[in-house]
């Protein structure tokens, strides 16, 4: 590359700053809005799939009117009699509205004798001391849920409204980091009856009921015998669900890159249309040709200045869409995605920049832009030497 | 240095006209001849000095600049002629407004290998001898009449060519202007350029140093 | 459902789409410069040519190099959709998913050796005053056209059949001696005659390119290069696995590999594709070949193969 030449491109870009900047704001903008649905998606994907690492190998919901209801806890005995089951655990959590704040919390009972049905939520309670909290009204909160409680001037306990409106007051015993999302910083972890309280789940009822079973090429049969058992259950499996949900980011993300790409198509077939040369540079070409520029080498120059221009833009629209998706956590794409909504509802995205998905932007973008600049480039390098003589 | 034989040059009009601008041209010009191409306006001089600069082709014909026929060559090495053999000056001097008075100068040497400082140096040094010394930076628009021949001119000598061609050089200047060019021109000659001054300013008719008037009236010599 | 919508195959999909229809567009034109191109006359006809043919050369050139830049993506995609398809541990079963998909692959690597050759004699043209081989390129650019028209219809094929449900074979199956295919027929030459084959073929070219022997030195370039493919996955990639059960030509591309595969492959068809064309510039052009940057990457290529093995030697005090 000629340093010269370079610099001449630099400064030509300077000389046309309005059009540039406006061509370049606009690809800038596109870039970013690509960039913020593929980084959305690539983030919540990499959530879901630390999520689905921890998921049971199969849970059972009771569907009450094609909603989900509470499960009779005793269905448990019968599943762990289905061959190749190692166990089936009642699990009893829910969402807790936090009107104040206006935040869900995930509440998430626990026997804190027995070891949990979540190696995670082991790790969370391990360094907790049970003993000087028998026969108290306890729990144990994610980072984000301190976080909540201390901007509301909750320090020491937490006062739970409960279903009939009563009010329930709950010691706070101590913090836990957050790991995996599922037991992510918006989760409290509380004794089981006490959860029970709380979200109204009598005795001998469950939320749902968790499945592990030990050969991973027998969880489908397991599945299907459980469901005839209890034709009332929807029955999930974790490959289900990882199925599902990949297939689900591959083509939403598919389909909204095949949308943009016919916008961005469109949007320069207009640009090709709009933007011929304008007199000014077709006289300076003209000039250029006349003192012994070759036609390659203002087809080189024209070349680099798009180049510039698109790949300034490209870096900034990568930068807007870090911005919108990482720090503002994508208001309105999130929703493109719903059907994540249903397994975990409020979490932070997690920062995911792979450079692999930044190249595929590029390779999605660039060559467009680059394609939309060579027909005048072209025309302007073929105008004839002799043109600034007449 | 400069010979043309039999050379014709024919635009064409949309549908089946035509515009004959060169008919039948033939010439010849030494080596540090300084020569003087006269014809009214529509005569053929431009297009006469766009073929001797590789700038078009010729309908017929052949031209043969400092020892290469260069009305057949591709693009690139007809740019490559231009940008090495000839200099040129245009009547509206065709600067970059936009652009400073030494960066006009670099123009032509942009794209070659030369490193940027020598360049600018070269420019410099040309400038200042043709009498530039100040507001070297300012913008080209903003340069006097008289500073922006001498841009002008100085962009036409950088890259060192052998022959100079100025198409109507002194039509948009005055009298005190025009005497400026013809010192320069004298210099110029002295140091062995072949030069060839399109005009039909009377002053070039009889000046003491044109070696030789060629007449040109609708496209074909007189 | 078809892998049409994953980002990676759209991508893919999208630039090919687009460079096949800007050869579309060129089309007429180079139909034209190929019939009626000619330096010699001074027709406006001819001087609006020549303004196409400027258009056409910067256009293809463009395309080319784009083109070639592709294949290294193409090469990353199937590496990436192994993790998509059931069965794949790397780009062998994604490339064998469909029948069809392994004359994709070759018909991509022919297209390097086209498309670089197109591109130099390009350059060649470009470099003489008389454009010598104006006509002759674009009549290849023609031919390049139907060429990248049937890639893309094989492109398409392809990524219509890929079917994340389907299984497929990974590469300890298909690269076996075991298996039935002319493929297994030749992995089951006897390693030291290929390895034999494979070191006296360098030695030609090395010496035949010393000597100035432009033909020979093609002709062995030509010969080398399915012999190295067959020696990288019989011998070089098990050493590189450091087992002597794993051939595959694939698994080298990924990542546990510190993706060497891309450098060695790198390597192999730049140097072939380098003296191959200086041999092709000799001729065409009857000047000096130079021969000196192929032979640094083919023995590049021979010197990172080669380590691999003796590195293993070293480090154990055994071949495999
Ligand atoms: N590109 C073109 N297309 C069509 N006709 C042209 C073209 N260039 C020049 N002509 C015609 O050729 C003839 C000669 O033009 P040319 O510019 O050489 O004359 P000139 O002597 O330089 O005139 P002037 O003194 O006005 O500059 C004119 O009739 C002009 O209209
Ligand atoms: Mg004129």
């Known amino acids: 590359m000629n340093p010269k030449l370079l610099t001449f491109a630099l400064e030509a870009i300077g000389r046309r700053g309005g059009k540039n900047a406006a061509v370049g704001i606009i690809f800038a903008l596109l870039v970013a809005l690509l960039a913020s649905v593929l980084l959305t998606s690539r983030s919540l994907q990499s959530e879901v799939e630390k999520t689905l690492s921890a998921l049971p190998d199969i849970t059972v919901q009771k569907l009450q009117g094609g909603r989900q209801g509470l499960i009779e806890s005793d269905r448990v005995y019968a599943i762990e009699t289905i061959p190749g089951v190692t166990w089936a655990r009642e699990r009893v959590w829910g969402y807790y509205y936090f009107q104040n704040a206006g935040v869900n919390f995930t509440l998430v009972g626990l026997d804190f004798f027995l070891p949990a049905y979540e190696e995670s939520l082991n790790a969370a309670i391990r360094n907790f001391d049970i003993a000087t909290w028998m026969d108290r009204d306890f729990m144990i909160v994610g980072e984000g849920v301190e976080r909540t409680l201390h901007a509301n001037y909750y320090k020491e306990y937490f006062n739970f409204i409960l279903p009939d409106g009563a009010m329930k007051k709950v010691e706070l015993a101590g913090t836990f980091a957050a790991g995996t999302a599922l037991q992510s910083s918006d989760t409290i972890l509380l004794p089981v009856t006490l959860a029970r309280t709380l979200l109204n789940a009598p005795e001998g009822l469950a939320t749902d009921i968790t499945v592990a079973v030990a ?94 221009v698109a790949f300034t833009a490209y870096l900034l629209g990568i930068f807007i869409a870090l911005g919108y998706v990482f720090m503002l956590q994508a208001p309105g794409i999130v929703a493109l995605f719903e059907g994540y909504s249903v397994l975990k509802p409020a979490f932070e995205l997690p920062v995911v920049i792979d450079l692999s998905l930044l190249g595929l932007i590029f390779l999605a973008t660039v060559p467009l832009y680059m394609a939309a600049v060579i027909f005048p480039a072209w025309r302007a390098a073929t105008i004839d030497a002799d043109e600034v003589m007449r | 240095m400069i010979r043309l034989t039999n050379v014709s040059k024919i635009y064409p009009l949309s549908g089946a006209d035509s515009v004959t601008a060169l008919e039948n041209v033939s010439l010849s010009i030494r080596e540090g001849e300084l020569v003087v191409l006269k014809g009214i306006s529509g005569s053929g001089k431009s297009t006469l000095l766009a073929l001797i600069a590789a700038m078009t082709k010729p309908t017929s014909g052949d031209v043969v600049v400092a020892g290469r026929s260069v009305a057949k060559l591709p693009d690139r090495f007809a740019s490559d002629f231009r940008r090495n053999t000839i200099g040129m000056i245009f009547q509206k001097f065709n600067l970059l407004g936009d652009l400073s008075a030494i960066d006009n100068v670099t123009l032509p040497l942009i794209p070659t290998h030369e490193s940027a400082s020598d360049i600018k140096e070269r420019a410099y040094r040309i400038l200042k001898s043709l009498g530039v010394k100040k507001r070297l930076g ?79 009236d609708g496209g074909r010599l007189a | 459902m078809s892998a049409f919508l994953t980002p990676d195959t759209l991508v893919l999909l999208l630039i090919e789409g687009l460079l096949l229809a800007l050869m579309a567009v060129l089309l007429p034109s180079l139909w034209r410069l190929a019939r009626r191109f000619d330096i010699g006359r001074t027709t406006p006809e001819q001087y609006a040519l020549e303004k196409r043919a400027y258009l056409a050369g910067t256009l293809l050139r463009f395309m080319l190099w784009v083109k070639i830049a592709l294949f290294v993506y193409f ?49 060649l043209d470009l470099s003489r005053e008389n454009l010598p081989f104006s006509r002759l390129k674009f009549r290849l650019a023609l031919g390049l056209a139907a060429f990248m028209g049937v890639e893309f219809a094989l492109l398409i094929g392809y990524l219509d059949a890929l079917d994340p449900a389907t299984i497929v074979s990974c590469c300890g199956t298909l690269f076996s001696t075991a298996n039935v295919s002319a493929l297994g027929t030749l992995l089951a030459i006897p390693k030291a005659w290929l390895l034999g084959v494979f070191y006296a073929l360098f030695a030609l070219i090395v010496a035949s390119a010393l000597l100035r022997r432009s033909g020979l030195a093609a002709l062995f370039s030509l010969l080398f290069l399915p012999v190295a493919l067959l020696a990288i996955i019989s011998f070089f990639s098990t050493y590189v696995y450091e087992l002597p059960t794993h051939t595959c030509p694939f698994c080298l591309l990924q990542k546990e590999y510190g993706y060497m595969g891309y450098l060695l492959y790198f390597l192999l068809f730049a140097g072939t594709f380098s003296l191959l064309s200086a041999a092709l510039a000799a001729k065409l052009v009857q000047e000096k070949a130079r021969f000196a940057l192929g032979l640094w990457l083919l023995g590049g290529f021979v010197a990172l193969a080669t380590w691999y093995p003796v590195g293993f030697y070293l480090k154990n005090g055994v071949f495999l």
């Open chain 1, 215 to 308: 050969n991973p090429e027998e969880v489908a049969m397991v599945a299907t015998k459980i469901s005839r058992l209890y034709p009332d259950t929807r029955v999930i499996t974790k490959t289900d669900l990882a199925g599902s949900y990949q297939n689900l980011f591959d083509y939403k993300g598919g389909l909204f890159l095949s949308l943009f790409i016919t916008a961005l198509a469109s949007f320069f077939i207009l640009l090709l249309d709009k933007s011929g040369m304008g007199l000014a540079e077709r006289r300076e070409i003209g000039i250029l040709r006349a003192l012994g520029w070759r036609m390659e080498e203002v087809i080189r120059l024209k070349l680099l200045e798009s180049g510039i």
């Open chain 2, 138 to 216: 300012s913008l080209a628009k903003h340069l006097s009449g008289g500073e922006q021949q001498r841009v002008a001119i100085a962009r036409a000598l950088v890259g060192d060519p052998a022959i100079i061609l100025a198409d109507e050089p002194t039509a948009s200047l005055d009298r005190k202007l025009t005497l400026d060019f013809v010192e320069m021109l004298k210099t110029m000659k002295q140091s062995g350029k072949t030069i060839v001054i399109a005009t039909h300013d009377p002053l070039f008719f009889d000046l003491g140093i044109v070696d030789r008037v060629i007449e040109i």
């Open chain 3, 75 to 123: 090469v990353y995609a199937l590496d990436h959709l192994s993790g998509v398809i059931t069965g794949a541990m790397c780009a062998a079963g994604v490339i064998n998913a469909w029948d069809y998909g392994p004359l994709l692959l070759g018909w991509k690597l022919a297209g390097l050796y086209l498309f670089g050759s197109w591109l130099v004699l390009h350059r």
